[in-house]
């Protein structure tokens, strides 16, 4: 009996160990897309109306045209994305070891280019950075986000969940103010989500262009009138790992559509 | 760079009308915006779309500013024969964009 109550207290206290482990409980996590009508939630899902599908398609474009001075192609190793890309954006942003640095899928293709095909880094935001990075993510989507916080990862983590718990800007407004003490209320006309990259690349009607969760991240830093920090900045970097840790168990919907 | 997507049945029907739909990548520049420093950014949007039907014109779109970036456009075309459909686009600065997609006609 003792011990039936001491295994029973010790379940309780790892149950209890793994709800402090996530600050959104599973039944609560909810995707940017559970706040859209139902008519963008519709133009996400039809893989024809949704525009970020054009940026997919010429993505596959690039995957399979040779480059730089190797003049091999992202398909010449990788062959068939469908396969070799499938759960990778899921499992990024990741600590790479031998770089030493944290790298999202911007980074990882920007890596693979300079690294192994001998060509120069593409610009962040440029179109075709952002074609293939929904390219590779699109291989993932329906998978759920799983990022690994291992020991490089660990101080970076730390620094992301510093950043989004953090006031700043003239607003005096932290990411967790909105998108955890208020997500669900509305911010004039908009809802307020909980703040999920798991969509991105995505299309924004407001940009009227897929843009990266970069570029999203930096537009809540100006509604919150701070200064904003370029687009793959580390501070950006940090706090996208810390994105996909929080909304980890969420599904990939990239290229998603936004309002 | 032609960018665009067209979507046609896997397989029409002759005598029938078929759902044919594009989506054209274009920024659709309405000519009201500024830039951040207030210098105005000039009109660029497609003005004309045209759809051939095995080298017959059966759609044409004069486009403007109210429409958005990367326009959609659906149509319905009576299936006649099997053949291509070829799309034609111009736009303000005057640079054209072409893209095609075969149709197959059953019976």
Partial sequence: ?259 | MADARIQVPAQVRRGEAFEVKVIIRHAMETGYRLTDDGKPIPRNVIREVTCRYNKVEVFRAETSSGISANPLITFYVMARDSGELVFDWIDDTGVRGTERAPVSVAG
């Fill in chain 1, 1 to 259: 009996m003792m011990l039936m109550a001491a295994a029973f207290l010790l379940g309780a206290a790892a149950c209890l160990a793994q709800a402090q482990q996530r600050n959104i409980a599973l039944p609560e996590l909810r995707s940017g897309s559970t706040y859209m009508s139902p008519d963008i939630k519709a133009m996400q899902d039809d893989t024809f109306a949704n525009p970020a599908m054009l940026w997919v398609e010429k993505g596959a474009k690039l995957w399979n045209a040779a480059t730089g001075a190797s003049a091999q192609a992202c398909a010449s190793c990788h062959k068939d994305a469908a396969a070799s890309m499938k759960g990778v954006a899921a499992r990024h942003p990741a600590f790479d070891n031998k770089a030493g640095k944290l790298l999202n899928l911007e980074g990882r293709i920007n890596q693979c280019r300079t690294a192994r095909q001998g060509a120069p880094a593409l610009a962040y935001e440029s179109e075709e950075l952002l074609a293939l990075t929904a390219y590779v993510a699109h291989q993932s989507r329906g998978l759920p986000l799983n990022v690994a916080i291992h020991d490089g990862a660990r101080p970076h983590f730390e620094r992301g969940q510093v950043l989004y718990q953090r006031r700043m800007g003239q607003m005096n407004l932290a990411c967790m103010h909105c998108h955890e003490w208020n997500a669900g209320k509305r911010l004039l006309a908009e809802p307020i989500s909980q703040g999920h990259g798991n969509a991105y690349p995505a299309y924004r009607l407001e940009w009227q262009a897929a843009g990266s969760l970069h570029r999203r991240l930096r537009a809540c830093y100006f509604g919150v009138r701070a200064e904003m920090p370029l687009p793959g900045a580390q501070d950006l970097l940090d706090l996208e790992l810390y994105l996909g840790w929080r909304g980890q168990a969420l599904l990939v919907e990239t290229p998603g559509v936004r309002r």
